[in-house]
């Protein structure tokens, strides 16, 4: 029963994130980033200002400067047909509900909820995505939100979770396809539909049914992971 514990409600999610959260392992120096910039970071944080041209060109100085540049290549995930097609349809513009945000997107080339997988499906790549979405110097509140999104993203690969299904499982503290995967038997099942129907009533989001939740975590077990 202790996988029951993980889903204790939203008031998980802040920890949940901030324990899968980028590592700095694969982050370049700073050195890139000119004076001007480092004055920026000291008084606002740059997910609230417009995009500049100064912001692209750094972020892309920093991408020419990451160690390993493989990782940050875009590469197949394993979709298989019903949830890679699914993915594909569902707009970032949708999955952000963030204007800003989904402007520098749009920029960047991420316009689905797959492309947003893709970019943000490791620690180091996560580290890019948030310069991307949210400039050289975002706050820790959006380092948060943006591993949100991309857990939701990842959930999307399921068949039939829709955005709002993906919004309640990661709330309930569903982090990941093959952690949806291990609520494999009838108890654990029930008690995820139980807290999934609690937040659905908190947040006014469709209710999913017991059968819904067997269904995803049976397909959860065959889909490969990708989100790490």
């Known amino acids: 029963m202790n996988k ?7 008031a998980l999610i802040l920890s949940v994130l ?6 700095n392992a694969n982050i370049p120096s700073s050195s890139v980033q000119s004076a001007s910039t480092q004055v920026i ?3 606002v944080n740059t997910e609230s200002l417009d995009m500049t041209e100064q912001e692209v060109n750094e972020i892309n100085e920093l991408i ?3 160690p390993d540049k493989s990782e940050l290549e875009n590469k197949n995930l394993n979709f298989n047909l019903k ?3 699914q993915g594909k349809d569902v707009s970032v513009d949708l999955l952000l509900y963030n204007p800003k945000a989904a402007k520098r997107a749009h920029f960047w080339g991420k316009k689905t909820a797959y492309d947003l997988l893709q970019a943000g499906s490791s620690p180091s790549k996560r580290w890019f995505l948030t310069r991307k979405l949210g400039g050289l110097f975002p706050s820790e509140a959006f380092k948060i939100q943006v591993l949100f999104w991309v857990e939701r993203a990842d959930m999307l690969r399921i068949s ?3 955005l709002d299904d993906s919004f309640l499982l990661i709330m309930a503290g569903v982090t990941s396809v093959p952690h949806l995967a291990m609520f494999n038997n009838i108890i654990d099942q029930a008690a995820l539909k139980v807290q999934l129907s609690i937040l659905a009533f908190q947040y006014g989001r469709p209710m999913p049914s017991l059968d819904q939740v067997k269904s995803w975590t049976q397909q959860a077990t065959i889909l490969e992971p990708v989100l790490y």
């Open 4 to 10: 029951v514990k993980v889903i204790l409600g939203s």
């Open 18 to 23: 901030s324990a899968t959260g980028c590592s």
């Open 41 to 43: 970071s000291s008084k």
């Open 64 to 66: 020419k400067s990451s």
């Open 83 to 85: 949830t890679y097609q």
């Open 160 to 162: 039939n979770v829709s």
